[in-house]
């Protein structure tokens, strides 16, 4: 017997063994009224009436519905109210500009848009069929007593897409990454296995929910009947009180974020809250050794380091603490789970000449939307391209050097190209050349390297950029130089631009 692996089997699970267990706790400081607590029987209810709407709209099965929001209780209802019946879910990143979000939604081709209130401006510079403001419009999305049509096909078709996560990449334009409800349905139970999620865990969502699909914790938390607490603001000291709060067990993060814990528990009175009790997993660059010490000794939690990409859903590695290495000194310990960590289960790694680690696996994208071009440069060979340089010895991946030309600066990626070309606008720029240096707080700092045309100052510079980038891909800091290092055939050599910035570090990422 086979039948199709959808993301409605989480749900459906947790509204039939736990219906009257909470599912979700939500911001209490929403800008619109909050939900609370929500059951899992009530979780169920309102995925379903959002379906149903969908049905009333027209919106056909494969129609595209892009949501933009901060973590809320509506947007983890929506992974369900909108991929669950055969529709496309397509989460925003709430912090991009207004024509970043009027591409992604144009492109995308989405039929229904759903904005958080303290977005809705952003209605007005889009051109969509639908659009409410969750919320103001909750009795207009969640309108229908009906029971939604059955996907067709009995229960829909596993590699169908389940949702387009449009992320950075080498060129100004963002990628819509296709992950199919096959892709998601294998990264969360093969993540939550191996993260040891179950029925008793307290999930925070720290990590914004729009960022691959909450790494897969939207659907694997609830699968296991575990109970999601929404987190609007990422804050340490805000972090830690809803750890001693709700008694949250698991929670995942970009090591800007772990910094941010540690700052606040300098502050913090009493007992360290969670203290041998959260597992915090982290991904987006390896933090320093000193930092997975501190989490491991100050704030007692158990520190698990991921490795993987947008378009592998995301999970490609974990590193995990091992019994063998129970009796080494806690340095040691540190080092070894700096490392990006060995296979998921059902991942094939390897290394190929040029340093480049390739990966196969089930969750590795369906494709990027309309974009075939870069979906076979992508999937070439058979195996994914991930674009990282690395090693992988001893069934441990290390990751040495980017070979995409992408910056994660706390946790996020900005695709230095797009950084350039808002630059490269100002009429005072002649050249210019955008690198990620090392920093303590964000991992890598987005920095400009400026050949000027005229006169300007870097406040100037950052200011024009801020009128075409969302702030956080604006660059934190600018220099001038005189010349920029080229190749003969004038292409800039960034290995020699970042040379003085990484010296006598033993990998360019930070």
Not at 83 to 107: D, K, M
Request: with cysteine.
């Amino acid at each position: 017997m086979q039948i199709p692996l959808t993301v409605r089997d989480f749900l459906d699970r947790a509204a039939t063994v736990y219906p009257d267990r909470i599912a979700v706790v939500d911001e209490p400081a929403q800008p619109a009224a909050s939900w609370g607590e929500v059951t899992y029987a009530g979780l169920d209810r309102l995925a379903r009436s959002q379906a149903a709407t969908l049905d009333e709209l027209g919106v056909p099965v494969g129609g595209r519905v892009a949501i933009m929001s901060q973590n809320a209780a509506r947007l983890l209802t929506s992974f369900y109210g909108v991929s669950g019946w055969g529709r496309v879910l397509v989460p925003i990143n709430f912090r991009l500009a207004t024509a970043e979000v009027e591409y992604i939604v144009r492109h995308s081709g989405a039929e229904v848009l759903l904005l958080d209130p303290a977005l809705a401006h952003i209605a007005d510079a889009t051109d969509v069929k639908h659009t409410f403001i969750l919320g103001e419009d909750d009795d207009q999305i969640w309108r229908s007593d009906a029971e939604p049509r059955e996907w067709p096909g009995d229960e829909g078709d596993e590699n169908d897409t389940a949702t387009i996560n449009y992320t950075s990449g080498t060129t100004a334009r963002p990628k819509g990454v296709e992950l199919t409800h096959r892709n998601l349905w294998i990264n969360a139970t093969t993540f939550g296995w191996q993260a040891g999620v179950n029925d008793r865990d307290v999930y925070l969502h720290t990590l914004p929910m729009f960022h691959c699909n909450g790494w897969g914790m939207v659907y694997g938390v609830t699968g296991m009947g575990g109970r999601h607490v929404v987190l609007r603001q990422v804050d340490g000291a805000e972090i830690l009180r809803r750890v001693a709060e709700h008694g949250v067990t698991l929670l995942c993060c970009a090591p800007a974020v772990v910094s941010m814990v540690l700052d606040a528990l300098r502050d913090w009175e009493g007992e360290v809250p969670g203290r041998d009790r959260v597992r915090v997993i982290v991904a987006g660059a390896p933090p320093p050794t000193r930092t997975i010490q501190r989490v491991r000794e100050e704030l007692g939690w158990e520190f698990i380091q991921i490795y993987g990409l947008t378009e592998t859903a995301p999970l490609l590695t974990m590193n995990r603490f091992r019994a063998e290495w129970e009796g080494l000194p806690a340095e040691e310990q540190a080092r070894l789970l700096g490392r990006a960590g060995a296979p998921a289960l059902g991942v094939r790694l390897k290394v190929d000449d040029e340093g480049e680690i390739l990966a196969r696996s089930n969750v590795v994208l369906k494709s990027y939307w309309q974009n075939s071009e870069a979906t076979a440069e992508a999937l070439e060979g058979g195996w994914f391209h991930t674009g990282d340089g690395g090693a992988y010895q001893d069934g441990y991946v290390t990751i040495a050097d980017r070979k995409k030309d992408v910056i994660i600066s706390g946790g996020e990626n900005v695709s230095s190209i797009e950084v350039e070309d808002a630059l490269a606008s100002h009429p005072a720029v002649r050249e210019v050349a955008v690198i990620g240096i090392p920093d303590e707080k964000w991992g890598e700092l987005v920095t400009a390297l400026v050949v000027k045309a005229a006169e300007v100052t870097p406040e100037e510079l950052i200011a024009h950029c801020r009128t075409r980038l969302a702030g956080y891909k604006c660059p934190k800091r600018i220099e001038f130089r005189d010349v920029l290092a080229r190749t003969a055939t004038g292409k800039l050599q960034k290995f020699k631009l970042r040379e003085e910035f990484w010296a006598g570090r033993d990998r360019q990422v930070n």
